[in-house]
């Protein structure tokens, strides 16, 4: 009897013989067999069971030619693997093509900061992230990425216990002569006992001196450091060099007993954007060339210590004069003033001011009104407040004493529970040059009366862009408030008065996905507006926005 050959493995399989039963008549019935017909059955229940054990055999064969096939089919994928990859576009890209491509690199892993960037990675000397990852894939890369100086050019460099300084000097030589934007952060998850004993570390303090002979070349710097001198002293030798810095950011990220006041950077003469957060020292203190500046973030977290008084913070905006920009953003709010603060605060280039309060329920509002009445800003444009505290009373009388005085506003948003539908009203009949407005609604009666009156041309009469924001009102009051607002688009899109501004765009935003009024409203518009006003509907299930086509 001949043996099956497998043609792709090479296997040999005997053919089984044919076994049929010897009492096939006795199959399928109560018949018992004769004595020759029992030892006919016991031959053949012997010859099955050596044929079950043949079969057992070349079944186990057949499963080993099997997983050599499977090895020789992953051996085969994995050649076809590295063949494709001598295909790949990458091995083609010359390496100044390669550099450029690293640099968006370093900017798609970038937080963005009011213009300047910092990684947003734990460290950068982390071989998992950043420049040291493209160093480890391949040669080719490794080479263009220590070609281009742009990936070292910023350092992260976050205090903590450490072994090592050497990579700090790797980073100066690979940036070759770039400016650096540098950030020197405070590591949290160490208490303040652990981390100045990684502060006066010597490899820390050996790392941090590198930098500073280097400070001639620092152009962003940002420094979340607590105010302790022997954190500082590392820098030292930056003091008088530091001649190319355009933006310093100093957040105080401890609570602190000394009265540190970091003096290195009397010496920045192009300085012009400063950022404080929880620096509770007056920003007269602070030794920089205050005159150039003319962006400031002043910010209080609620982790601070305690709060600047407010006639501190205003004698500190006496000093910029040249002011642009000015945020404010307070998680706390400010102390109570020291002495009674009488002067104005005069600041004719401030172009855009934001003020985030986000007050504690436990925290009186303090500061708010000797903010407003103190300001003069004649030639501001922007102006911006988000407020989100309790249910507390609105500082409304000085608000309008400083809006009266801000002749050229044209952008305004109020976003806060707390005001009222007649001073929002008032506050409107004091910015009639306002031509983008958004503002915050709350209360079912405030959002209708507040619509009704925008309605009317007279209100902003060169408004162009309105953006509404529901704060939580009933499903009811959002069905009559969707009705207005389509109403409002009508009247204010559709045409204009002698001397008044068509609307270009309106839109309101409910906060929650609302699919049945966002059905509502398409129905109004499409019964109150024409195909010929060229007015289109943009939503989404929490937002309507009409716009003129």
């Known amino acids: 009897m001949s043996n099956l050959l497998c043609s792709l493995c090479g296997i040999q399989l005997p053919r089984s013989k044919d076994i049929s039963s010897p009492v096939p008549e006795l199959l399928g019935t109560n018949s018992g067999p004769t004595s020759t017909q029992t030892e006919a059955i016991k031959q053949y229940l012997i010859d099955v069971d050596n044929a079950i054990q043949l ?10 030619g099997i997983t050599m096939l499977n090895t020789r089919k992953e051996d085969l994928k994995a050649l076809a693997e590295e063949h494709r990859a001598l295909l790949s576009p990458a091995r083609r890209i010359y390496p100044e093509l390669l550099s450029e491509i690293f640099s968006f690199f370093i ?30 894939i391949c040669s080719s890369w490794r080479m263009a990425a220590i070609a281009t100086p742009e990936l070292w050019a910023i350092i992260r460099f976050i205090v903590k216990p450490r072994r090592r300084f050497n990579l700090m000097d790797i980073w100066l030589e690979r940036s070759g002569e770039r400016n650096l934007i540098i950030a020197i952060l405070d590591d949290s998850a160490y208490d303040v006992a652990e981390f100045m004993v990684a502060a006066t570390a010597p490899c820390n303090q050996q790392a941090l001196r590198l930098l500073s002979s280097q400070a001639h070349r620092w152009q962003t710097a940002l420094f979340h450091l607590p105010r302790f001198k022997e954190c500082w002293d590392a820098f030292g030798a930056a003091k008088g060099r530091i001649k190319q810095l355009r933006r310093l950011e100093i957040d105080v990220t401890r609570p602190t007993w000394q009265d540190y006041i970091p003096d290195i ?17 007056p920003i007269f203190r602070l030794p920089i060339c205050r005159e150039k500046i003319t962006r400031l973030e002043f910010g209080v977290g609620d982790e601070a210590d305690s709060l600047i008084p407010i006639d501190t913070f205003l004698e500190g905006l006496l000093c910029l004069p040249n002011l642009e920009h000015l945020e404010i953003g307070n998680e706390g ?37 000797e903010l407003w009445q103190a300001l003069q800003l004649p030639n501001l444009v922007v102006l911006i407040v988000e407020c989100e505290p309790p249910q507390r009373e609105w500082i409304h009388s000085p608000f309008i004493t400083c809006i009266t005085r801000c002749s050229k506003l044209q952008r ?6 707390s005001i009222q539908q007649e001073q929002l009203i008032e ?8 031509t983008k407005l958004k503002i915050g609604l ?10 009704d009156h925008i309605r009317s041309q007279t ?33 204010r899109m559709t045409c204009a008065a002698e001397g008044h501004v068509q609307l270009q765009t309106v839109s309101l935003d409910t906060l929650r996905p609302e699919r049945t009024l966002i059905t509502q409203a398409l129905s109004l518009f499409q019964s109150h507006l024409r195909t010929s006003d060229r007015i289109r509907l943009i939503h989404d299930p929490d937002s309507i926005t009409l716009e003129r086509a």
């Not at 079969?55 to 080993?64: M, P, V």
């Open 55 to 64: 079969l057992e055999k070349q079944i186990q064969q057949l499963k080993a």
């Open 107 to 136: 900017h798609s892993n970038l937080f963005e900061t009011q213009g300047d960037y910092m990684p947003e990675i734990k460290d950068n000397f982390d071989p998992n992230h950043g420049p040291l990852l493209l160093t480890r």
């Open 265 to 281: 950077f009397s010496d920045s003469k192009l300085l012009t954007a400063l950022t404080l957060t929880n620096c509770l020292f």
């Open 333 to 369: 709010v400010f102390a109570p003033a020291t002495s009674p603060f009488t002067r104005v605060v005069a600041l004719p280039k401030l172009l855009t001011l934001r003020l985030i309060q986000l007050p504690q329920p436990d925290q009186p509002w303090h500061g708010m009104a």
């Open 412 to 417: 305004l948003t109020l976003m806060s529970p």
């Open 427 to 434: 506050v409107f009949h004091n910015t009639p040059g306002i």
């Open 442 to 451: 709350s209360g079912f009666g405030q959002s209708c009366g507040i619509l």
């Open 459 to 491: 209100t902003l009469p060169r408004l162009s862009t309105l953006d509404i924001t529901l704060l939580p009102v009933s499903r009811i009051g959002l069905a009559m408030v969707v009705g207005i607002f389509v109403k409002v688009a009508k009247n």
